[in-house]
């Protein structure tokens, strides 16, 4: 059976088995779907560049917790993720508060804290503090981890730039990443640092 035969549940389980290269295969095989999916829908190549990073993202981070269960549907189970990343960027850019989130759930994303809109004075000044405990966590983290949150919050680079940079797969990077946030928060946790405002 040559690669391009191997179906995408057996790829998710090879994937999640821990056989990287299956995970490529996914991505490889539906990306150009993904992103045309993604770009209908903001118009903007570079949002779109990021959206899709960030689904992807999702994706690891779920077929890792082994919550994956559409067997035959990996498609349209993927851009059911793109549509929610997209709705929940319009969500945002409409300014729609993003703290106050619960710092316990899985996909919760540390530094969507930092991005506080109409701030006050002491909002800023809090903002500032948070940012620079963040910081200090971060430079705690592992240090292939520690690269990547750092190119991607710190320098704006998206996943495929990260990956090119690092000479590592795309889902390598997400992986590094997925493993820097759960690291963050449990730092967080341990240190009793409060991400709000």
């Not at 991005?115 to 500032?128: A, G």
């Amino acid at each position: 059976m040559c690669n391009s035969d191997i179906g995408d549940d057996q790829l998710i389980k090879n994937f999640i088995n821990g056989d990287n290269q299956a995970f490529d295969m996914l991505l490889n095989k539906y990306q150009n779907r993904i992103f045309s999916y993604v770009i209908q829908l903001v118009h903007d190549y570079d949002l779109a560049n990021d959206i899709f990073q960030d689904v992807f993202i999702k994706v690891v981070t779920h077929l890792k917790r082994n919550s994956y269960n559409h067997q035959g549907k990996f498609l349209s189970w993927v851009l059911r993720i793109a549509h929610n990343q997209v709705i929940d960027h319009f969500r945002k850019d409409a300014k729609m508060p993003s703290v106050g989130k619960n710092s316990s759930n899985e996909d919760f994303n540390i530094f969507d804290v930092l991005k506080l809109e109409e701030s006050s004075i002491e909002d800023e000044i809090v903002k500032k503090q948070i940012f620079s405990d963040v910081r200090v966590l971060v430079e705690q983290l592992p240090h292939d981890q520690m690269e990547v949150v750092k190119m991607r919050y710190f320098s704006g680079m998206s996943f495929q730039d990260i990956a090119d940079n690092s000479n590592v797969s795309i889902n390598t990077a997400l992986g590094r990443m997925r493993y820097a946030l759960i690291n963050l928060r449990k730092m967080m946790k341990e240190k009793n640092i409060v991400l709000e405002v």
